[in-house]
């Protein structure tokens, strides 16, 4: 029955502990977490070397509880945002008190000088953001030495070992780029004999402790990540470049456009009215008299007056008087034949004006046809600009470059 007293006793004080490091490792956060300053930190590829002090309680096969002090040093290397890989090498004073008497103990007061090593791994849960809560577990030995009251070493000063097992929870606080505030809870399992008394239980003790981290190194490779960014800004800066020079090209180009079609435009302009000019003149010199073609063989007629629209094969409406006189002319010879022939000035390419010529004859022989000419009597020829019979250089010497001419076949 007073065992089960004991235990139950022992019980409600472990609750009590845990509780008081809860409430320990909440009030850090609260006084931590105002402190963000806005700084962010990855840990992979990073050195991080820590130190940290608190407080232990031993949680063994004593009654009693005790706090004792308690530190550590860590050094860890991020292997990935989410994992770093370090040791914990630290000092802790374990102490315990114990009422006697109890199980055939003599030993009241018992404390440990121990000096803990764990390799161990941590997990962090928002690597990269300014606060980051972790999780850690490890595995290693530590070595102790035990005292009494009466500060006697029990048995001796030699130092015993036993296994750790660390493992626990924290948040980090940065409040610059290369430090971070760190506050942590945990456990550290140790074997049945630290306190001297094996009873089939493993023996450990709780933790809480804050401190500080110092950051080495940098993970992101800060140069490169300066480099990379530098050229990437010169390459948005020469896509920029060079977007404004198309643009400035194509402006250019539609500009040039615009003014070679308003030259273009004006120029149709001019020489419709040159034309219009001379058809009303023809108009004019038909109703005084009504000139007569005569076709003889081997001799060429110019049937001025025959003309077409700009830079093409259609013809003019007062180019019908003209024609008709043609008609007329080939009506009254049955017997004669014509090789219709088209002519241009100079303005354009000499391949273009050929096309253009034939098609213009062409023209001419198919307005004939349609009144009543025989096909067979009628064939063309489209010369260009390689007969003229004016200077081109003149708007007047052009106009009569532009001519469609009958030769009279023998």
């Given at each position: 029955?007073?065992?089960?007293?004991?235990?139950?006793?022992?019980?409600?004080?472990?609750?009590?502990?845990?509780?008081?490091?809860?409430?320990?490792?909440?009030?850090?956060?609260?006084?931590?977490?105002?402190?963000?300053?806005?700084?962010?930190?990855?840990?992979?590829?990073?050195?991080?070397?820590?130190?940290?002090?608190?407080?232990?309680?031993?949680?063994?096969?004593?009654?009693?509880?005790?706090?004792?002090?308690?530190?550590?040093?860590?050094?860890?290397?991020?292997?990935?945002?989410?994992?770093?890989?370090?040791?914990?090498?630290?000092?802790?004073?374990?102490?315990?008190?114990?009422?006697?008497?109890?199980?055939?103990?003599?030993?009241?007061?018992?404390?440990?000088?121990?000096?803990?090593?764990?390799?161990?791994?941590?997990?962090?849960?928002?690597?990269?953001?300014?606060?980051?809560?972790?999780?850690?577990?490890?595995l290693g030995a530590m070595i102790y030495k035990r005292l009494n009251g009466a500060s006697a070493y029990i048995p001796n000063s030699q130092f015993i070992s036993s296994i750790h097992v660390p493992f626990g929870i924290g948040v980090e606080v940065f409040?610059?780029?290369?430090?971070?505030?760190?506050?942590?809870?945990?456990?550290?399992?140790?074997?049945?004999?630290?306190?001297?008394?094996?009873?089939?239980?493993?023996?450990?003790?709780?933790?809480?402790?804050?401190?500080?981290?110092?950051?080495?190194?940098?993970?992101?490779?800060?140069?490169?990540?300066?480099?990379?960014?530098?050229?990437?800004?010169?390459?948005?800066?020469?896509?920029?470049?060079?977007?404004?020079?198309?643009?400035?090209?194509?402006?250019?180009?539609?500009?040039?456009?615009?003014?070679?079609?308003?030259?273009?435009?004006?120029?149709?302009?001019?020489?419709?009215?040159?034309?219009?000019?001379?058809?009303?003149?023809?108009?004019?010199?038909?109703?005084?008299?009504?000139?007569?073609?005569?076709?003889?063989?081997?001799?060429?007629?110019?049937?001025?007056?025959?003309?077409?629209?700009?830079?093409?094969?259609?013809?003019?409406?007062?180019?019908?008087?003209?024609?008709?006189?043609?008609?007329?002319?080939?009506?009254?010879?049955?017997?004669?034949?014509?090789?219709?022939?088209?002519?241009?000035?100079?303005?354009?390419?000499?391949?273009?004006?050929?096309?253009?010529?034939?098609?213009?004859?062409?023209?001419?022989?198919?307005?004939?046809?349609?009144?009543?000419?025989?096909?067979?009597?009628?064939?063309?020829?489209?010369?260009?600009?390689?007969?003229?019979?004016?200077?081109?250089?003149?708007?007047?010497?052009?106009?009569?470059?532009?001519?469609?001419?009958?030769?009279?076949?023998?």
């Amino acid at each position: 029955m007073q065992k089960c007293k004991q235990l139950s006793k022992r019980n409600m004080v472990t609750r009590s502990i845990l509780t008081s490091i809860l409430i320990v490792f909440v009030m850090s956060l609260v006084i931590l977490v105002p402190m963000d300053s806005g700084f962010a930190q990855k840990t992979e590829g990073r050195w991080v070397l820590g130190f940290h002090g608190g407080g232990n309680v031993w949680i063994n096969d004593y009654n009693k509880k005790v706090f004792g002090p308690g530190g550590d040093v860590m050094i860890r290397y991020g292997i990935t945002p989410a994992f770093s890989a370090g040791i914990l090498v630290g000092y802790e004073e374990l102490k315990s008190k114990q009422d006697i008497p109890a199980s055939g103990q003599t030993i009241g007061y018992l404390k440990l000088h121990s000096i803990p090593a764990s390799a161990a791994l941590w997990i962090h849960f928002a690597s990269g953001e300014y606060i980051s809560p972790y999780a850690y577990a490890g595995l290693g030995a530590m070595i102790y030495k035990r005292l009494n009251g009466a500060s006697a070493y029990i048995p001796n000063s030699q130092f015993i070992s036993s296994i750790h097992v660390p493992f626990g929870i924290g948040v980090e606080v940065f409040p610059s780029k290369n430090a971070s505030i760190v506050a942590d809870v945990g456990y550290r399992v140790t074997d049945d004999y630290p306190d001297a008394i094996k009873i089939g239980k493993l023996d450990g003790y709780a933790t809480a402790k804050v401190g500080v981290n110092l950051y080495f190194g940098s993970g992101d490779d800060e140069e490169e990540a300066q480099r990379l960014k530098d050229a990437e800004a010169r390459r948005i800066r020469e896509l920029a470049d060079a977007e404004a020079l198309r643009l400035k090209q194509q402006a250019e180009a539609e500009a040039e456009a615009r003014r070679v079609k308003e030259l273009a435009d004006a120029e149709a302009r001019r020489l419709k009215e040159l034309a219009d000019a001379e058809a009303r003149r023809l108009l004019a010199e038909q109703k005084g008299r009504d000139t007569v073609i005569i076709l003889e063989k081997g001799k060429t007629v110019v049937l001025k007056g025959v003309n077409f629209e700009f830079n093409k094969a259609t013809l003019t409406m007062e180019s019908e008087i003209i024609l008709e006189r043609a008609h007329k002319a080939l009506h009254a010879s049955p017997d004669l034949s014509v090789l219709i022939v088209g002519h241009t000035d100079n303005v354009g390419s000499a391949a273009y004006n050929k096309k253009l010529s034939l098609r213009r004859a062409e023209a001419v022989k198919s307005w004939l046809v349609k009144r009543g000419i025989s096909v067979r009597r009628l064939s063309v020829a489209g010369k260009g600009f390689d007969e003229p019979i004016d200077d081109n250089t003149t708007d007047e010497g052009r106009a009569n470059n532009r001519r469609i001419e009958f030769h009279v076949l023998e």
